[in-house]
Nanobody, 126 residues
């Protein structure tokens, strides 16, 4: 069965960095676009970044552009999110998700993703 397992979250000070990982199994990872979303307490889940199946085309939410980098290692069935210059507003549970077959690169809507991980907490605080 499809499984997505996030790791790498934690507590970090403002201005710090974290690298999230999402290990995928149960499907042909290299055939799917992958995305990262986040959900802060009391808010809706929002798009963060997505990367095409080949790893060649990343897209970002305006709020993280220039600070976050999405990448993937198809040989390891893993997608990453490098987060730099973290702010308190970045505090949230971060989820990775698999894009549905046929969606275009750069898809940002939750309904365009069909499997989700359990999430990893990122807290930015001094």
């Amino acid at each position: 069965q499809v499984q997505l397992v996030e790791s790498g979250g934690g507590l970090v000070q403002p201005g710090g960095s974290l690298r999230l990982s999402c290990a995928a199994s149960g499907f042909t990872f290299s055939g799917y676009h992958m995305g990262w979303f986040r959900q802060a307490t009391g808010k809706e889940r929002e798009f963060v970044a997505t990367i095409s199946w080949s790893g060649g085309i990343p897209y970002y939410a305006d709020s993280v552009k220039g600070r976050f980098t999405i990448s993937r290692a198809n040989a390891k069935n893993t997608v990453y999110l490098q987060m730099n210059s973290l702010k308190s507003d970045d505090t949230a549970v971060y989820y990775c998700a698999r894009g549905k077959l046929g969606i275009p690169s750069g898809s940002r809507r939750r309904y365009e993703y069909d499997y989700w991980g359990q999430g990893t907490q990122v807290t930015v605080s001094s």
